[in-house]
């Protein structure tokens, strides 16, 4: 079984639309993210979750709204897409938040959106 | 700032030889770091953590050292296989932060 999973895999779409990634983990972990992948290949923080509460929440246009429904599910809407949102987007999940015990990272396989 | 800068960006090897991966970062208080190994089209995995006291760590053909004093780590890897191909990525984790520290990562490429 997949511990982090999310869908869609990929994702084509005008600019203009609104589009949702999904993400669950049943790794009964705490704390779940979302990451920015940019074509150099970095990864950046969007936001994280920990039990469904909002921790972290980076400087994202507000076109983004990210929605944990429970603590395995961590969904990302994003509003009027524009070109500069194409990227791939990781979900993550980790047992602990930040510095607290190990905090291994768990990730998804990634959502390539591509905003045309 | 809270940083971290890996070297090279970018590296070409052939199968079977050996190569090191490089580490540098300004986060403090340190509180550990992982080196995690992205395939093309997949999510990274975590391939070792370092914690303060440690200087050495093995996971199969890859090494891990940490250098706490000068604020360094490497991953060397040995005999080199073409599935090393892959993104490194080194991550630093702060006391008491909540957010982990990205490293701009190292493109390798084994070659036949």
């Known amino acids: 079984d997949t511990a982090v999973s999310q869908t869609p895999k990929y994702l084509v779409t005008q600019m203009g639309n609104d589009k949702s990634i999904k993400c669950e983990q049943n790794?009964?972990?705490?704390?779940m993210y979302w990451y920015k992948q940019d074509s150099k290949k970095f990864l950046k923080i969007m936001f994280s979750?920990?039990?469904?509460?909002?921790?972290i929440n980076e400087t994202v246009p507000n076109r983004f709204s990210p929605k944990s429904p429970d603590k395995a599910h961590l969904n990302l809407h994003i509003n009027s897409l524009e070109l500069g949102d194409s990227a791939v987007y990781f979900c993550?999940?980790?047992?602990?938040?930040?510095?607290?015990?190990?905090?291994?990272?768990?990730f998804g396989e990634g959502s390539r959106l591509t905003v045309l | 700032k809270n940083q971290v800068e890996q070297s090279p960006q970018s590296l070409i090897i052939l199968e079977g030889k050996n190569c090191t991966l490089q580490?540098?970062?300004?986060?403090?208080?340190?509180?550990?770091l992982r080196w995690y190994k992205q395939d093309t089209g997949r999510g990274p995995v975590s391939l070792t953590i370092?914690?303060?006291?440690?200087n050495t760590k093995s996971n199969g053909r890859y090494t891990a050292t940490l250098d706490a004093d000068t604020k360094q780590s490497s991953l060397h890897i040995t005999a080199s296989q073409l599935s090393d191909s892959a993104s490194y990525i080194c991550?630093?984790?702060?006391?008491?932060?909540?957010?982990?520290?990205f490293g701009t990562g190292t493109r390798l490429l084994v070659s036949p």
């Open positions: 993550a999940s980790s047992q602990d938040l930040g510095d607290r015990g190990s905090g291994e990272l768990f």
């Open positions: 790794l009964g972990h705490d704390t």
């Open positions: 979750y920990n039990n469904k509460e909002l921790i």
């Open positions: 580490c540098n970062y300004t986060v403090s208080p340190f509180s550990n």
């Open positions: 370092m914690t303060f006291s440690e």
């Open positions: 991550v630093v984790s702060g006391m008491g932060f909540q957010k982990l520290v």
